[in-house]
């Protein structure tokens, strides 16, 4: 079963490799093992959560996390128009397996890389409190609890609107990371599957 994944979006343009170089030495400091696959592909096993300013955790329920480029970014179905410049690159860091120790690790990840990256975080879809019956994609209730999560919480969010097919248009949260700092401190904190 496979995990969560976020986005994140970059600014400046610079070449994957570069960006790899970077990103790899700095998770061989705790990863164990980093392993680059053809095409540039990451993945790598957290053992060493004190490097994103976590305590111990059991690493067995910990699985895989991967780290790749987005080559869809940027999409020319997002509306842009919330921030002062179009994103020119993404890059997707997304956990093999599901669990709450799983969602942790991903979103500390997210936010270290972030930062190191200078990138705005894409939660591939609305955050908000625990789902409830009745939830799915188009839900207004789903927008109203994600729009007073958004409002409470510490730095910048927007509303990214997006094809769904068939016409229809839905939106996702894209964050700095003083929001997803907040986000991860939240009682209901959780990522998209």
């Given amino acids: 079963m496979s995990g969560p994944a976020v986005g994140l979006w970059l600014f400046e343009p610079c070449g994957f490799a ?5 990103v790899v030495s700095w998770l061989e400091t705790f990863c164990d093992p980093v392993e680059t696959k053809a095409g540039g592909d990451v ?4 053992r060493d959560g004190s490097a994103l300013g976590l305590r111990a955790f059991d690493p067995s ?3 895989v996390f991967f780290l790749s480029e987005d080559e869809e970014m940027p999409a020319d179905d997002e509306d842009y128009s919330a921030f002062s410049r179009q994103p020119v ?3 997707v860091v997304g956990a093999g397996c599901s669990g709450s120790v799983n969602h942790v690790l991903l979103g500390h990840l997210a936010l270290a890389l972030a930062r190191r990256l200078d990138a705005l975080v894409d939660f591939d879809g609305l955050l908000s409190s625990r789902p409830v019956a009745g939830d799915d994609t188009g839900n207004e209730a789903v927008l109203a609890r994600a729009r007073v999560l958004a409002s409470v919480l510490p730095g910048n969010v927007a509303e990214v609107s997006y094809d769904t097919g068939g016409g229809g248009r839905w939106v996702r949260h894209v ?3 003083e929001f997803l700092q907040a986000w991860l401190q939240h009682p209901d904190f959780h990522l998209i599957k």
Avoid: N
């Avoid at 570069?18 to 970077?22: K, M, V």
């Avoid at 993945?43 to 957290?46: I, K």
């Fill in 89 to 91: 690159q993404g890059l």
């Fill in 43 to 46: 993945d790598f096993w957290v």
């Fill in 18 to 22: 570069d960006i790899l170089a970077d």
């Fill in 61 to 63: 329920g910990v699985g």
């Fill in 175 to 177: 964050g700095d990371a």
